[in-house]
């Protein structure tokens, strides 16, 4: 299957900060990307959806200030948590649509641990 | 309201045994049904995918079917590995622009030698 790789796994980072997480499609093109906030033991919760060339698309409640996304290429998309507080310690989960696909399949990355300390 | 509601929310079986996690959704106009199985601290792997005109795939020991008349989805689990323990999510997505998914609680599943 379709591969889409976060990086970094894990990120610990001072309170005040700026953290930058990609993900990449590796062996297809991505016209769009979702970005997953998830708590412990709760189901994924949907940030943003980025479109390749475009401004993403955020959900009600997510600050777009506050977590910018940048969509530059079609195997690239980049979420930075800007002045992170330690309340933005989550699991962030980015995930990939193959733009070839007719069915609306989506491949997700392995997860990025951010603790803010 | 576009919903999807899984049960049991946790469930602890005997290794060996077979089990079977359930799915109910209202999401509407429905384009696709998949089921994930995502280990603590990862990302969630894809195992199934069903259109509305599917009633049945299977992934090797995962089985799952839909009924889209009931809106009703089960992901059937058999002869059950410690490995297999692990969250399965129900994730329904609609037709139309937007891609717009909604993703179930989830089920914990714990598997127990």
């Known amino acids: 299957g379709a591969v889409v790789s976060q990086h970094p796994s894990r990120v610990i980072c001072k309170s005040g900060t700026s953290v930058k997480i990609e993900c990449r499609s590796l062996?297809?093109?991505?016209?769009?990307m979702f970005w997953y906030r998830q708590f412990p033991k709760k189901s994924l919760m949907l940030m943003a959806t980025?479109?390749?060339?475009?401004?993403?698309?955020?959900e009600q409640g997510v600050e777009k200030d506050k977590f910018l996304i940048n969509h530059a290429s079609l195997t690239l998309s980049t979420l930075t948590v800007t002045s992170a507080h330690p309340e933005d310690s989550s699991f962030y989960i980015c995930?990939?649509?193959?733009?070839?696909?007719?069915?609306?399949?989506?491949?997700f990355g392995q997860g990025t641990r951010l603790t803010v300390v | 309201k576009n919903q999807v509601e899984q049960s049991p929310q946790s469930l602890i079986i005997l290794e060996g045994k077979n089990c079977t996690l359930q799915?109910?959704?209202?999401?509407?106009?429905?384009?696709?049904l998949r089921w994930y199985k995502q280990d603590t601290g990862r990302g969630p792997v894809s195992l199934t995918i069903?259109?509305?005109?599917?009633n049945t795939k299977s992934n090797g020991r995962y089985t799952a079917t839909l009924d889209a008349d009931t809106k009703q989805s089960s992901l059937h689990i058999t002869a059950s590995q410690l490995s297999d323990s692990a969250s399965y999510i129900c994730?329904?997505?609609?037709?139309?622009?937007?891609?717009?998914?909604?993703f179930g609680a989830g089920t914990r599943l714990f598997v127990k030698a």
């Open positions: 995930s990939a649509r193959d733009r070839t696909t007719d069915v609306t399949e989506a491949f």
């Open positions: 069903m259109t509305f005109s599917e």
């Open positions: 980025s479109n390749e060339g475009s401004k993403a698309t955020y």
């Open positions: 062996d297809f093109q991505a016209t769009t």
């Open positions: 994730v329904v997505s609609r037709q139309g622009g937007g891609f717009k998914t909604i």
């Open positions: 799915c109910n959704y209202t999401v509407s106009p429905f384009s696709n």
